[in-house]
């Protein structure tokens, strides 16, 4: 089955720098990588997304990278705040239907 | 309105006790699925669940058990509860179109088990 590897497992930047967190995945027939952000105490919830017919996507101060022929996948969030200290967390899945597989995830804190 | 619902939100048991957490979406999804998040806050695929078929993770002990009365629910039972058993348990909701899309969590439900 699909395994998803996240690194770094923790991530320190000062407010205004930017941040990258890499995944590798491993099961070739995976299209799907979504990005999600659980604050503490809370839900995950969805930043960005991409497929796997994209090479690239850009909301705003994030933007994800995907490169299907080396398998992994990139977060990178630009000017960071002290508002996106949270836990990251990438995911993959195959067909429609399938559960997402997530990475163990990466604690960024950003410090002002 | 809530789109993916779960209660209760804690839930502090004994050991050996049988327990339920129930979950619902208002989203219309086909799919439904329960996530297990522990303490190192790694979330992992418990199971899958769509009106045609049950996909079991195979490292889920059989005391686990999903129920779905209908498409809007899935409940999880858990059967003789154990220590190791404490942890978050998210239930989430996605639609199997053709493509893949976004899958909406619950708030969680924080199981203690002492």
């Known amino acids: 089955g699909e395994n998803v590897e996240q690194h770094p497992s923790t991530l320190s930047v000062q407010e205004g720098d930017s941040a990258v967190i890499k995944c590798t995945y491993s099961d070739s027939a995976s299209n799907y990588f979504p990005w999600y952000k659980q604050e503490l105490g809370k839900r995950p919830q969805l930043i960005i997304d991409i497929r796997s017919n994209v090479g690239e996507k850009k909301d705003q101060r994030i933007a994800v990278t995907l490169n299907k022929t080396a398998k992994h996948f990139s977060l990178h969030i630009t000017e960071t705040q002290p508002e996106d200290s949270a836990v990251y967390f990438c995911?993959?899945?195959?067909?429609?239907?399938?559960?997402?597989?997530f990475g163990k995830g990466t604690t960024l804190s950003v410090s002002s | 309105d809530t789109a993916v619902s779960q209660t209760p939100k804690y839930l502090v048991t004994q050991m050996g006790n049988d327990k339920s957490i129930k979950c619902e979406q208002n989203l219309g999804h086909d799919t439904m699925y329960w996530y297990k998040q522990d303490s190192k806050k790694f979330l992992k695929i418990m199971f899958s669940?769509?009106?045609?078929?049950?996909?079991i993770n195979e490292t889920v002990p059989n005391r686990f058990s999903p129920k779905s009365p209908d498409k809007a629910h899935l409940n999880l039972h858990i059967n003789s509860l154990e220590l190791g058993d404490s942890a978050v348990y998210f239930c989430?909701?996605?639609?199997?179109?053709?493509?893949?899309?976004?899958?909406?969590f619950g708030q969680g439900t924080r199981l203690t088990v002492v």
């Open positions: 669940y769509n009106n045609k078929e049950l996909i």
């Open positions: 989430a909701s996605s639609q199997a179109n053709r493509m893949n899309t976004e899958a909406f």
């Open positions: 995911a993959a899945s195959t067909q429609a239907g399938t559960a997402l597989i």
